[in-house]
């Protein structure tokens, strides 16, 4: 089961124009990351995943990952 929602935290820290600003961006990969292998924006999204524990219950399990076209196929397809 897996399920992805946009992030848009990128949004707000667009704004800021200080040079700190900048360089917390570009650690943090939010707001637009081109990818140098497909030349496509990467993507930060939310994926949700669900495990069943040994109790028979599903336990959801979140993780931010990036997403561009050398592997949006996989994910998509919920293989990663
Ligand atoms: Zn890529």
Redesign the pocket.
């Known amino acids: 089961m897996v399920s992805i929602s946009k992030e848009s935290k990128g949004e707000k820290m667009a704004k800021v124009r200080s040079f700190a600003a900048k360089l917390a961006h570009e650690i943090s990969t939010e707001g637009k990351v081109i990818?140098p292998?497909?030349n496509?924006e990467?993507k930060k999204v939310k994926l949700v995943r669900s495990f069943k524990s040994k109790a028979n219950t599903w336990t959801p399990k979140y993780e931010f990952i990036s997403i561009?076209?050398?592997?949006e196929k996989e994910i998509m397809s919920g293989k990663v």
């Open positions: 990818c292998k497909c496509t990467v561009c076209k050398c592997n």
